[in-house]
């Protein structure tokens, strides 16, 4: 089945820097690839996600990139604030017999930003 | 527009009793996931639930089992709680018809369940 690996564990930047999140699937069938923010002791926010068939996307600060051939992703955050701080988890859904299957997740890095 | 909605948020419950955590999804989705994410993990998937049955499951017992009604909301059971289930339980929802493939999953708040 789908694993998903994700890197590094912890992050910590200084205020205006950027971050960058690494992540490596193992199922080639995986098509669909979200990132999730989740701050303490709240839910996990779709913060941006990319299909197969593209290789990146941005949305302001936040881009995402996808190598399919290598079977990686990365998670690009430029000009960071204090308020990027949390933790934040790739994942990959692996498409099954016709059908989206269900998201696995990578362990999570954590993202200090200092002021 | 309600977002995905859980209930209770807290629960405290002993070694081999039952539970049963709620979720009513987003408006608009038909399709609820249930995940359960360790302290310091990602979450991991226990199965989804889609014209009010199981179609797909994850690595987990059948101590845990679900229900989807006719109003799309989920139930989550765990019966013969061990020590080994505190953790947050979290629903997703998403929308599965035709044309919506890989629809983003919108998650809920959460149920933290302590098992002592």
């Known amino acids: 089945g789908e694993n998903v690996e994700q890197h590094p564990s912890t992050l910590s930047v200084q205020e205006g820097d950027s971050a960058v999140i690494k992540c490596t699937y193992s199922?080639?069938?995986?098509?669909?690839f979200p990132w999730y923010k989740q701050e303490l002791g709240k839910r996990p926010q779709l913060i941006i996600d990319i299909r197969s068939n593209v290789g990146e996307k941005k949305d302001q600060r936040i881009a995402v990139t996808l190598n399919k051939t290598a079977k990686h992703f990365s998670l690009h955050i430029t000009e960071t604030q204090p308020e990027d701080s949390a933790v934040y988890f790739c994942?990959?859904?692996?498409?099954?017999?016709?059908?989206?299957?269900?998201?696995?997740f990578g362990k999570g890095t954590k993202l200090s930003v200092k002021p | 527009d309600a977002g995905v909605t859980q209930s209770p948020t807290h629960l405290i419950k002993t070694r081999g009793q039952q539970v049963t955590l709620r979720c009513s999804p987003k408006?608009?989705?038909?399709?609820v996931s249930w995940y359960q994410q360790a302290l310091g993990q990602g979450p991991q998937f226990i199965f989804q639930y889609y014209e009010e049955e199981e179609r797909q499951r994850g690595n987990f017992p059948d101590r845990f089992s679900g229900h989807q009604f006719p109003n799309y909301s989920s139930e989550l059971n765990v019966n013969a709680l061990l020590l080994g289930d505190s953790a947050l339980y979290l629903c997703?929802?998403?929308?599965?018809?035709?044309?919506?493939?890989?629809?983003?999953?919108?998650f809920g708040n959460g149920t933290r369940l302590t098992v002592t």
């Open positions: 997703a929802s998403s929308l599965r018809r035709t044309g919506t493939y890989n629809s983003p999953l919108h």
């Open positions: 994942a990959a859904r692996p498409f099954k017999g016709g059908s989206q299957g269900n998201l696995i």
């Open positions: 199922d080639s069938a995986s098509n669909y």
């Open positions: 408006s608009g989705h038909d399709t």
